[in-house]
């Protein structure tokens, strides 16, 4: 099982699509890796040597920012945008959406679900 940056490659899938799996590296970056080094992207992670295996990992160090490093670097802009008082820090801070979404109908995954009437009161059992 090939492991970089802190993550198990899933064994069965292509190197193309396995390299997706780590924060960061999405399907054009993984293509350019691949590119990089001369590997056929539609290669299994199983079929992998370990010279190749080195030199992705050693890509990824080198040239990229992942894992944690870029969620750390992520939360600190938010956190930046937030002591600043800018309009995307003060979405962040209650929990609506930064960039022009409606939420009047939508915007469920932000704001949660919500009960439609406050003080109904339940019938008693008979």
Known sequence: MARIAGIDLPKNKR???ALTYIYGVGLIRSQCIL??????PNK????????????IRNILEQDYIIEGDLRRLESINIKRLMEINSYKGKRHRIGLPLRGQRTRTNARTRRGIKKTMAGKKKSPKK
Not at 35 to 40: L, T
Not at 44 to 55: A, F, G, R, Y
């Open 15 to 17: 190197i193309e699509i």
């Open 35 to 40: 590119d990089q080094i001369n590997v056929n």
């Open 44 to 55: 299994n992670v199983i079929d992998l040597n370990d010279k190749e295996i080195t030199s």
